[in-house]
Every structure is written in structure tokens, then in C-alpha cells.
């Protein structure tokens, strides 16, 4: 069985999708009616940068759907890949339900962009930030955000990504404080990371309204296969949960361990990622060593995949 992996937040780069686009009309396409969708040039964006602008969080996160469409749309008309289940990594989770039907493209494309203007803006409203820990355990970890929370700010885990790699969101001071005990409690690196915003955590509550609001504007259908939520690291195959599930999503942390695991358990033996990068393709190897994952977002990596069937 396939399992398919949707990378997010963090994957994009100057020049994504350029190449495959240049070697497949069909990813073109999909560019193009982003474009027309948003009525934006997104795909200029994608191809020439700048980076600032391009790492934006109102840009970034469709940027990045659009990418792994275009490698879906491309491996379904050559090779009619049928995933048993998918899974996307935050924004990823939209890269999955438009994968599996849930969304009509321009629907989801519109929706992101507005998901990453309300994070932005929760950003700027009550600033946040988000670090890594890396080397502690779950357990020690959010032992160690509950210690460093007070009434005047918290920390939360809002990714748990790996064994050993996790990472913790909220108020800056809280964030701060949580770091140095990480550090006491042999904690191997902690990074503060770059955002503009305390995602998965209590601070997005701001934006919860606005991206419910926005997805009860477009239609859903049933996904023509389960996506795991972020949100319970389950299966889901009805439009009225997923829809639910991801506006919880905001607030609450991204189990992407178990969401492996549970696709494991599901019978997956492959792994594919589609979109730009191989983020998602790396932290398989550590959640579970035997199974087999290749990442597709280069007209290269695609041919080589087509070429070797798929």
C-alpha cells in the first residue's frame, strides 16, 4: 500500500515547481489557475523570489499547496498513483484533502491564503514564537512547557515530529523560559526558529472564527481516501469532520509521529512525498527505519519515479 506525505510550512524555496512546470503543461496548469484563483502571481513568486516575500506566511503556505498539487496532478495522469491513506504535515493537511477530493483546487487555494493572513495577523495581535527541542524525550518536554507557563504567558508542544525532535510554541518570554530548561533537562540543541507567529498553540485562538468562517464558504465532498487528521492522528473519510478537525488544527499540536505510525499500522508499506523538499521523506527514516519513503518535487524526481514504475 502507498501512503502519500503533504510537506508544510517551512518547505518553499525560490524556484519551486519551475522546472516541473517546465516539463509537464499539466503542472503549468496548476499554476496558473492558483494564479487566476487568487489573482495574485503566485507562480512568479514560486520561480523568482524574492525570498522574503516568498517566506511570508500568506504566501508560503499556498506556495506550497500549489507545488504539491501540480506533483499529484502529474503522477495521476502518468501513473494513476491510488494512495490507501495520506497524511500532510499542518498546511500539508489541505495538500491532502485537495489530493484526495475533499477540496476543489481553487477552493483550497483561496482558503490557505486566507488561513496564512489569519495567522499572520493572530501573529501581530499577541506576538508568539516557536523553538526546537531537540533530544528529550515527550514526556520531559511537556513536563518542561508546563513549567515554564505562568499566568502571564504559556508554551505548548505544536509539533511533535520525531522521536527526539519536537517543537514548542507560545508567548516569546514563556518560549524563552521553557528553552533554558530544555537546556537543564539535557536537551541535545534547542533552536529558536523564525516565524511570525505562535502557531499550534493557544495564541492562534484569534484566528480560529476566520478560518472556520472561510471553510464553511466552500463546498467539501468525502475524500476518495482517508487523510489522517494532525489533530487525533486518525483517519478521516467524512467532509463535515475534516472540515472541523481542521480548524482544531490551528490550535492544537501536529502528532505526526503517530499519524506515521498510524498509517503504518493502516498497511503502509511506501511512502510518497510530493511537493517541494524531502522534509517529511527524512523524518520517516527516524520515526520508523523500515519503511521505504522517496520525496517527488523535481521534474527529475518525478521522471526517475515514473521511469523506475512508480
Known amino acids: 500500500m502507498i501512503g502519500l506525505l503533504c510537506p508544510g510550512q517551512g518547505s518553499q524555496f525560490v524556484g519551486m515547481g519551475r522546472e516541473l512546470a517546465e516539463a509537464y503543461p499539466l503542472a503549468r496548469q496548476v499554476f496558473e489557475e492558483a494564479d487566476e484563483a487568487i489573482g495574485f502571481g503566485l507562480s512568479r513568486l514560486c520561480w523568482d523570489g524574492p525570498e522574503e516575500e516568498l517566506t511570508l506566511t500568506v504566501n508560503a503556505q ?30 500539508g493537511e489541505f495538500s491532502a484533502h485537495v489530493a484526495a477530493g475533499t477540496f476543489a483546487f481553487a477552493d483550497a487555494v483561496r482558503v490557505v491564503r486566507r488561513r496564512g493572513e489569519l495567522m499572520y495577523e493572530s501573529g501581530t495581535r499577541r506576538p508568539g514564537t516557536m523553538a526546537a527541542v531537540l533530544g528529550l524525550d515527550d514526556a520531559t518536554a511537556e513536563s518542561v512547557c508546563r513549567d515554564a507557563s505562568d499566568a502571564a504567558g504559556v508554551v ?48 492562534m ?8 468562517s472561510a471553510l464553511e464558504d466552500v463546498p467539501l465532498s468525502e475524500p476518495a481516501f482517508p487523510v489522517v487528521s494532525n489533530v487525533t492522528a486518525e483517519p478521516v473519510a467524512d467532509a463535515a469532520l475534516a472540515r472541523s478537525l481542521l480548524v482544531r488544527q490551528l490550535t492544537s499540536p501536529v502528532r505526526w509521529v503517530e499519524s506515521v505510525r498510524r498509517m503504518r499500522a493502516h498497511g503502509v508499506e511506501r511512502f510518497i512525498e510530493i511537493g517541494p523538499g524531502n522534509v517529511l521523506t527524512g523524518l520517516l527514516r527516524r520515526i520508523d527505519r523500515d519503511a521505504a519513503g522517496v520525496a517527488l518535487g523535481t521534474s527529475q524526481e518525478v521522471e526517475n519515479f515514473l521511469r523506475e514504475g512508480g
Open 62 to 91: 499556498p506556495a506550497i499547496l500549489v507545488h504539491t498539487v501540480a506533483v499529484w496532478r502529474v503522477l495521476v495522469a502518468e501513473r494513476e498513483i491510488r494512495p490507501a491513506v495520506a497524511a500532510g504535515h499542518s498546511l
Open 156 to 203: 505548548v508542544p505544536a509539533n511533535y515530529n520525531a522521536p527526539g525532535q519536537l517543537v514548542i510554541s507560545g508567548d516569546v518570554e514563556a518560549v524563552r523560559r521553557a528553552e533554558e530548561l530544555a537546556r537543564a533537562a539535557g536537551a541535545k540543541r534547542v533552536i529558536p526558529l523564525n516565524v511570525s507567529g505562535a502557531f499550534h498553540s493557544p495564541l
Open 205 to 212: 485562538e484569534v484566528a480560529v472564527d476566520g478560518l472556520r
